[in-house]
């Protein structure tokens, strides 16, 4: 093939490299491609709702190992053996778009947040310049537009990020750098000892983005929580006077809307009136409870939202917008974010541009390349409008209410709390242990069931539902609700599915 190239008219050689015409196959990959999307369609899209389907296929690492060929190796393998590693990537991987994948906070499948993936995946694009990403950047712009308006800021500004914990991170820098702006040049080592304030129940990352941003976890002081999980702003208070007695800077409060396991909501209201009397930074994470604003009916929950500097909120969650779609919004619109994370980087943000740069908004990212993640909810939103988003808030939190109400008619089954929100958090209490006195033996049984209870379902692969233990309670499953495929039937069927798998326990 090499000396027929070198045969033609022209042929260049260069470094032992025929650079004549492209060396890839477009005809053979444009087939792989069309292939590829038919087993995606088959396997995944087509049995998104088919309850009858496995949610995964459960195999022990080594086991899998041996069924892939995970190896590399120096020449490619044939289409064929390719398409077959998709397929096997698609039957071993679990579903999360099952109806009964109650695992995480996110589950489910759009179509249409899935189409605007694709799209993008195919189009490849940066968002970080308009010539390079015209309308992905108009789109995040009204995107984040809208979701200010849900808030209830007259005006603001965003960015969209790679998940909450991200956005968590760049509100704390944020209001680091609004606290004490010469940071940036000089550093840490002028400063005073840095404080900042969040709940026992706030996400870990509020410690991640401490250690990372040279804060020191031992400077986040956790705020004790209610029974419900809430913050509790009396304790707030006597937390940001004693950080002043000891000479420290308080700059932040950290306020949860709908914690990982309760799905509890800080009060805002009332921290907000704390901060305000203390000049204290106001971020609220919101990855998980910001849909809620979307609901008529539930944004109530997220009441005083609107006091806040800073808010991250995550449509992958309970709007299905897809992993991952997360944007941090931002109250100040004078171009703090800006300030804050510019670098003014010459061959990429010149100023002397044909067209208007200030939509070059790469340089208030933290990042360089950066997806163009708005552009799916847009999509999904474009297609639904405002009323069938409402819509799967308000059905997830219906069916959770649901579950709730057949919980309490069961027997064996105990709920933790009443939840506020799409967490519904509880025990199953097998027939063994049903007459057994209340005491340290009794909770050290229990503390045994869940995880036997998950690995039987896992193995089956009939479902996905989480446990843990929390803040001195053992181990009890937390049920999520999200998915619009989810019915009255699968809430049924969980019930029914954890008596049947623990029934000789």
């Not at 707030?236 to 309760?262: D, H, I, N």
């Not at 869940?450 to 843990?468: D, T, V």
């Not at 019930?495 to 029934?503: N, R, S, V």
Request: hydrophobic share 40%; charged share 25%.
């Amino acid at each position: 093939c090499k000396q027929e190239m070198l045969q033609k008219k022209n042929a260049v050689l260069v470094d032992g490299v025929i650079l004549n015409g492209p060396i890839m196959d477009s005809k053979a990959g444009e087939k792989f491609v069309e292939e590829a999307c038919k087993i995606i369609m088959e396997e995944i899209v087509q049995k998104a709702d088919d309850v009858t389907e496995k949610v995964c296929e459960w195999q022990a690492p080594e086991k899998l190992k041996q069924i892939f060929d995970l190896e590399m190796r120096d020449t490619g393998e044939c289409h064929q053996k390719i398409l077959q590693l998709c397929r096997d990537v698609i039957k071993y991987s679990v579903k999360t778009n099952h109806p009964r994948f109650f695992n995480q906070l996110y589950a489910g499948i759009d179509h249409y947040s899935l189409v605007a993936r694709f799209i993008t995946e195919a189009l490849n694009p940066s968002v970080y310049t308009y010539e390079v990403s015209p309308v992905f950047l108009l789109v995040e712009e009204a995107v984040i537009k809208k979701m200010i308006e849900f808030i209830g800021w007259e005006e603001g500004d965003g960015i969209f990020n790679p998940g909450g914990s991200v956005s968590n991170m760049y509100a704390m820098n944020l209001a680091r750098y609004k606290f004490c702006p010469e940071i940036k040049e000089k550093g840490l080592s002028g400063l005073p000892r840095l404080v900042l304030f969040a709940s026992e129940e706030c996400h870990y990352s509020m410690k991640k983005a401490a250690s990372f941003l040279g804060i020191g976890t031992e400077n986040v002081y956790f705020i004790k929580t209610d029974e419900r999980g809430k913050m509790i702003p009396e304790e707030l208070e006597k937390q940001v006077q004693r950080a002043r007695k000891e000479g420290s800077a308080p700059f932040l409060v950290c306020a949860t809307a709908g914690t990982t396991v309760l799905g509890a909501f800080d009060p805002l209201d009332k921290i907000a009136d704390i901060c305000e009397k203390h000049g204290l930074w106001l971020h609220v994470d919101a990855s998980w409870g910001g849909s809620a604003l979307i609901s008529r009916k539930h944004h109530r929950l997220l009441h005083g939202i609107h006091r806040a500097d800073s808010v991250a909120w995550n449509p992958h969650k309970m709007l299905l917008a897809g992993i991952q779609c997360c944007a941090l919004l931002a109250k100040d619109n004078s171009g703090l974010l800006k300030k804050c994370y510019s670098a003014e980087a010459a061959y990429l943000f010149q100023q002397d541009k044909f067209y208007d740069v200030s939509y070059d908004t790469g340089d208030k990212s933290i990042q360089c390349s950066r997806r163009p993640d708005a552009f799916k909810f847009w999509l999904m939103w474009k297609a639904l409008g405002t009323t069938g988003l409402e819509e799967r808030v308000n059905r997830a939190l219906a069916l959770a209410r649901y579950l709730v109400e057949e919980i309490k008619k069961r027997a064996g089954f105990q709920l933790l709390l009443e939840p506020e929100y799409a967490n519904v958090c509880f025990w199953y209490i097998p027939p063994s242990l049903r007459k057994m006195e209340d005491g340290p033996e009794f909770w050290q049984k229990l503390h045994q069931v869940a995880p036997i209870i998950k690995e039987r379902m896992m193995k089956k692969g009939s479902m996905m539902l989480g446990y843990q233990p929390h803040r001195g309670k053992v181990n009890f499953f937390r049920q999520v609700v999200i998915s619009p495929q989810v019915s009255r039937e699968d809430m049924d069927f969980l019930l029914d599915e954890i008596e049947l798998l623990a029934k000789d326990l």
